[in-house]
């Protein structure tokens, strides 16, 4: 059977894009308008300090780019770094090697750090390293803060108090495309010189804004080197928006959206989301637990609260799992990924879901296991989640 000819709604549980709210979708279905008005600056305007606050920064610029999380990349590199430039980064995943592959696109010369798939960032070899860089080579530090790939959450405090233990100057750039908005973000108090995210993934859009924040020092950074990018200038952004208006044309609905996610995130509370975020991947991780499986995150302080991957058991084709899930019972999970392909699916629990909803997905992949063969005791997992979800008061009534 085919997976359109299902009724239903399908249950989207990749880890992005993610469910759009009825609310969001309400808000984007609008005409088209003039991005030049004079009343424009009214909707654009309010959007800067709500990204602040997701952010967690009171000193950054917010961006907000009509692009995805790897224009986010791009754009952090070229307005901060010159063909040449040395930067730092370690390699545990698709989504930190793809920033990686990037860097090495646009000239730079890139130490490369490998890392388990599994784990995250390792910080005190990141203060080895720039203790050894002696005449501060390093421009930029590259931390990945949630690898999607393998479902590994990385501690970014950690890795700033490494580079401060070293005394060492360089910029730190965060991936945060599967992270903010749903975990806990502190670009301030971190230290972090530019956060990258994505409308996708958290902030409950569809993709097409590239959404983020830059210190100043990052924004100084670039004075150097002004012939190197147009679209993604920081500058020429920080202008514009400052009236209320951009460089270019926006994708004026995705505004409108981003305007909605914001008062969906605020009412809940960030503080709760967080809360939800983890809530919902306990129950998950002890589905797994229950089925007699692993997570791809080799160590329980590396597990992510927006997407757990999980390792079939050798012989077996997660692939097929997916291809199951999705042709019979109408779910989409996450395929592994480069080195875990084939090895892993992922469930990715982050954006507007609730406890029955990620039931349902446990229950699907159950299901899509028993159908391939793997040996999982029927309906363990859904009761496994079920009784973190009955016993766990943190969610508010």
Known sequence: MLNSRIPGRNFLFVP??????????????VASEDHRSPTFPDLVKPLF????????????????????????????????????????AQRFGQFSHL????????????????????????????????????????????????????????DIAAVRRAMDNAKHPALLFVDGVSSVAS??????????????????????????????????KAVDAGKSNSGRRAYFEFRDMIAQNANGYFPYTPSVPLLYGLKESLSILFEEGLDQVYKRHHHLAEGCRAAVAAWGLKCCAKEPKWNSDT???????????????????????????????????????????????????????????????????????????????????????????
């Open 183 to 216: 975990l806990e973000f502190k670009m301030d108090e971190w230290g972090v010189d530019v956060i990258v995210s994505g409308s996708q993934k958290g902030f409950m859009l569809p993709a097409g804004l590239l959404l983020m924040a830059a210190s100043q």
């Open 307 to 397: 997407v757990t991957a999980i390792v079939v058991p050798e012989g077996y084709d997660a692939a097929k799992v997916i291809e199951t899930a999705y042709k019979r019972y109408n779910l989409a999970l996450g395929a592994g990924l480069s080195e875990v392909a084939g090895k892993v699916f992922r469930i990715g629990h982050l954006g507007d879901l609730n406890e029955l909803m990620l039931l349902g997905a446990i229950a699907g992949a159950e299901m899509a296991m028993l159908d391939n063969g793997i040996k999982v005791t029927p309906g363990s997992g859904v009761a496994a989640a079920q009784a973190v979800y009955r016993a766990n008061p943190m969610l508010k009534m």
């Open 49 to 88: 300090p709500g990204l602040k606050k997701v952010f967690g920064t009171e000193k950054g610029h917010a961006f907000i780019f009509p692009a995805s999380g790897t224009g986010g990349w791009e754009a952090a590199i070229t307005n901060t770094l010159s063909p040449g430039d040395k930067v730092l």
């Open 99 to 154: 920033w990686i592959d990037l860097c090495k696109r646009h000239g730079l010369e890139v130490v490369v750090q490998e890392r388990e798939w599994g784990t995250g960032n390792d910080p005190e070899l990141i203060e080895e390293t720039l203790k050894a860089d002696k005449n501060h080579e390093i421009k930029a530090v590259l931390a990945t803060h949630n690898e999607t790939a393998t479902g590994v959450t990385s």
């Open 16 to 29: 992005g894009p993610t469910n759009l709210p009825d609310r969001i979708v309400r808000a984007m279905s």
